[in-house]
């Protein structure tokens, strides 16, 4: 295998792209089966190509082949075997052939295992598919080769930026784009639909799953994203409202409605056209996303140089994509067969209510994040919108809705009686009550105590309303215990994927409240043998010594916490790699279940042996990680169900021949 | 469909509510999470009250950079005017002499800048576009890290998204 077979493979899945994207698309106006026929094959060639031309680019990295450029560039014969692969993706070329192979394999997914899709719909899907992959194809070929040859090839590289070697970061990029391309596959089922002028029950089934997907792999990875910032920076966050991380959490939030408005599509056959429109918004907004963080144009702390030209490529791209489905949509949306009526109370209501919170929410975000541009363009001054802006319109927004999400799996369809849900959920309200004082007794009566608690209180609130529903489903305690493990089988996968979920976002919300709350900071200059008290931990300071690593040297500190009984070692680094030349903070953190220890060694030796120490007890943050999890669990659940297998659900067969529109 | 008309009245009110809620919010939110940016050169021209918050940026001057004990007081530069901060706490791994930066918080009554937050970025190559277009406005620009990228010819991106 060798770069060149990688660029050859890549070049001819250009073409075969095309062919995806235009025959079917031409083969389902005129009904002529064969035409749509190509869409499958096609798919299949497609992923088989820019599979080659992924495996040449990893076998490049690995073999450490300088004579590729971009192995040059970010690679270097001392990195650990990970990181040989993790650099595949851990640049600009490389993670774009990443994109497209995951969109190519999921293609292929539907070309092999869509059986159960109608001819016409699948064909289309794979076309718009097949435009999508096309359009970043030629992205790749004519502003990013990652093939590049230099000649004379050097003998060594230049190695990965240190701060991305590192197994969270390893991971985040291939987390972020299965979430960003799975919503490709909804834009795409969306796009079809408005083509065939037919969304129904069956067409959310098929687009559930790839939704479903999308969001917990976009979950995990913002997670991750989140959690290499918290321990890798040592700034003792986890989350900044920064640019390049509003840009996952955009596209998250519509994509969290989305995977919710299908659901009433699916039961109810209402909400279609808004459910449409979610799809294409959402895939819109991860193109946004992506044009964000390459073109550099805002100023971000995780920002990386960047080339102006490919944002403008982006750009383009994503003028077509976004301006070509809305135009689509405003065509064909008003001639879809309206939905079902429903009542002010009842489950399609409270859906309906997430997705405005939700909606909104996801409309302020993108407001804050690009309005330094828009300000910049009216020439109103060079502004940051920072954390503050973020914050007052986020928490009211998502407080009411976290209220609703107790309360809206206990609502039936169509109908429901919010007193008799009132009424069950008593113990839910007892159990506010109580974490809320216990909260407040252990805290203290100022304000940030006040709102940490209020935050944990939510929290107990959507667990236990959470844990309430599903107790109701399966009777537990109410029946014999054989009965209501029956009925824990019996209960679809999906409805343990919500309640797990749910349950994950309390323990999320625990974990944000917890910690903005009652973080607690001190930094000063320690010199060894000297102590510093935080949280009730003693922690001495014993000194710091020069080790050497693989590929960097460290300053490794060494500390000692204490409370009560056994002493707990804590070893911060300030590294500096060899290639390149660049020094990075390691963190050193002892998580206690609830909370973590946090020390960070600073600047140092002066003159007098001292060191500028930085400690934090970070409450309640380990419950992020917990809660995240969590909640891409629920997700894995929810997509194991088997009314979401790939093709299962069918049409009504008295409806599968529509009327030509 | 007198019924499907109250509906879709419905949706839309709720619609409004949402949008209208939306923007209460940002107007409120927006009247003190706006952070302006100012080169050293606008800031000597411009009557800023002391205690608002604001960013700045330029280059770290070389030989600027000074600790005592936890504190760390720093030069920066547009190359025309030049501007003292100090910041308590641990800078971060990329700052370094004739580096581009920005910084956030609100200057002293002295004229000295007290940092809250500086941010440098996770790549060596990069500079901030503020600093850029600054530098620019003070007239020495040479393009993007001349020297630097000549010497490197690359590590220009890293991706991560």
Known sequence: MNPELGLFALALALPVALVQSIVPLIGAQRRDAALMAVAGPAALAQMLLIGTAFAALTQAFIASDFSVMNVYQNSHTAKPLLYKISGVWGNHEGSLLLWVSILAVFGAAVAAFGDG????????????????????????????NPFLRIDPAPVQGMGLNPLLQDPGLAFHPPMLYLGYVGFSMAF????????????????????????????????????????????????????????????????????????????????????????????????????????????????????????????????????????????????????????????????????????????????????GTLYPLIAEALELGKLSVGAPYFNTVFIPLMVPMVLLMGIGPMMA???????????????????????????????????????????IALATWLFSSSFIEWAGRVRLFKGAPTDTWRRVRALPRASHGMTVAHMGMAILIVGVSGSSAWKQENILTMAAGEKVTVAGYEITFNGAELIQGPNYESLQGTFSAKRGGSSIPLTPERRVYDQPVQQTTEAAIHTA????????????PTADGRYVVRAYFEP??????????????????????????????????????PAEV | MAKRKTQRLYFVLLGGLAVATGIALVLTAFEDSIVFFYSPSEISRQELSPGQRIRIGGLVETGSVSAAGETVSFTVTDTAETLNVTYRGILPDLFREGQGIVAEGYLLASGVFQASDVLAKHDENYMPPEVADAIKAAGEWRGENSAAKQETAATESIAVP
């Open chain 1, 188 to 367: 795409s089922f969306a796009v079809a639909a408005l083509l065939e002028g037919r969304v129904d029950a069956a067409w959310a089934r098929w687009v559930r799953p790839w939704t479903l997907a999308a969001w917990s792999f976009l979950t995990v990875g913002i997670g991750l994203g989140s959690w290499w910032a918290y321990y890798e920076l040592g700034w003792g966050g986890w989350w900044f409202w920064d640019p390049v991380e509003n840009a996952s959490f955009i596209p998250w939030l519509t994509g969290t409605a989305l995977l919710h408005s299908a659901i009433v599509v699916e039961k109810r056959e209402a909400l279609k056209s808004w459910t449409i429109l979610l799809a294409i918004i959402t895939f819109s907004l991860s193109l946004l996303g992506t044009f964000l963080v390459r073109s550099g144009i805002l100023t971000s702390v995780h920002a990386f140089a960047a080339d102006p030209t490919r944002g403008v490529f982006v750009l383009v791209l994503l003028a077509i994509a976004v301006g070509g489905s809305l135009t689509l949509y405003a065509i064909r949306a008003p001639t879809l067969e309206p939905g079902g009526l429903f009542a002010p109370v009842s489950r399609e209501s409270g859906l309906l209510i997430n997705n405005l919170f939700l909606t909104t929410a996801a409309a302020t975000v993108l407001l």
């Open chain 1, 117 to 144: 899709l109608p001819d016409r719909l699948k064909a289309r899907a794979l076309a718009v598919q097949g435009l999508i992959g096309a359009g970043f194809l030629s992205f790749i070929l004519f502003t990013s």
């Open chain 1, 593 to 604: 279940f609830w909370a973590d220890l946090y020390v960070v060694l600073g600047d140092g």
């Open chain 1, 413 to 455: 369809w169509k109908r429901s009686d919010l007193a008799g849900i009132l009424g069950r959920l008593k113990g839910a309200l007892a159990a506010v009550a109580i974490v809320f004082a216990i909260a407040l007794a252990m805290s203290g009566v100022a304000i940030v105590d006040i709102a940490g608690a209020a935050g």
């Open chain 1, 620 to 657: 309640f943050v380990p419950f992020l990680w917990y809660g995240i999890l969590m909640m891409g669990f629920g997700g894995v659940i929810s997509l194991s169900d088997r009314r979401h297998r790939i093709g299962a659900p069918r049409r009504a067969p008295a409806a599968a021949e």
